[in-house]
């Protein structure tokens, strides 16, 4: 009798551990939830914030096909305030504009590919990172450049180019704005030739826009997050 009872608190005290460790682990995972709901907040007021003091929330609808305010020879009518945005992040070099999309953000780059993968535009840590140019890559976006940018589960940063069907996205940089017709949609492994260097003949400027399919994380150079 007594090793019944014995054996009954052995029971008893083991699931009493284990549903002290399950409700450890949903408590654990519903924090590590309402942090990321926190920072994917954080990030949009940032860069919504950042719209405003560069002007990009008060650009006119440049972005129809108009070729003759948009074309890639030549700026448009539309300024954005380098100066403001400089003195938040010098190395600023860019903004890009997706027609039909929510993507419009301030590009910047790095002295390598991982720190704006972690860091806004302003240096706050945070999961959605920034839209940062390869750092392999040319600030004045000649040749071939790479954009790389977040696929964000609350549907900022690049996760809009997952099906976006336009054909042309604009990049403004302090020296005008230059308009690009897509040319090629394509799934690639993170080794394909897309993200290595290679010259682009007769002058061409080609921009790789570049983020990950959620779920197949060697389909990328960049995070899902």
Not at 33 to 49: G, K, Q, S, V
């Amino acid at each position: 009798m007594r090793k019944r009872k014995r054996t009954s608190r052995t029971v008893t005290a083991a699931l009493i551990l284990a549903a002290v460790a399950l409700l450890a682990v949903v408590l654990h995972a519903g924090y590590e939830i309402m942090e990321r709901l926190d920072e994917y907040a954080e990030a949009r007021t940032e860069y919504a914030d950042l719209r405003d003091l560069a002007g990009a929330g008060l650009l006119p609808p440049l972005y129809g096909g108009d070729t003759e305010q948009s074309g890639a020879d030549g700026p448009v009518t539309g300024e954005i305030d380098w100066g403001a945005l400089r003195s938040v992040n010098p190395n600023v070099v860019g903004w890009i504009v997706v027609p039909g999309t929510s993507i419009s953000y301030p590009i910047t780059q790095s002295t390598d590919n991982a720190h704006y993968l972690r860091h806004t535009f302003t240096g706050v840590r945070n999961a959605s990172g920034a839209i940062f140019l390869d750092y392999r890559d040319t600030p004045t976006f000649r040749g071939h450049v790479r954009l790389h940018g977040h696929n964000m589960r609350d549907g900022s940063m690049f996760a809009p180019l997952h099906g976006w069907d336009g054909d042309v996205f604009f990049v403004h940089t302090p020296d005008g704005v230059l308009r690009f017709e897509v040319f090629n949609r394509q799934t690639v492994p993170a080794t394909d030739e897309i993200y290595q260097l290679y010259t682009v003949d007769d002058g061409a400027q080609i921009v790789t826009l570049s983020t990950c399919v959620n779920g197949r994380p060697n389909l990328s150079s960049s995070h899902c997050l």
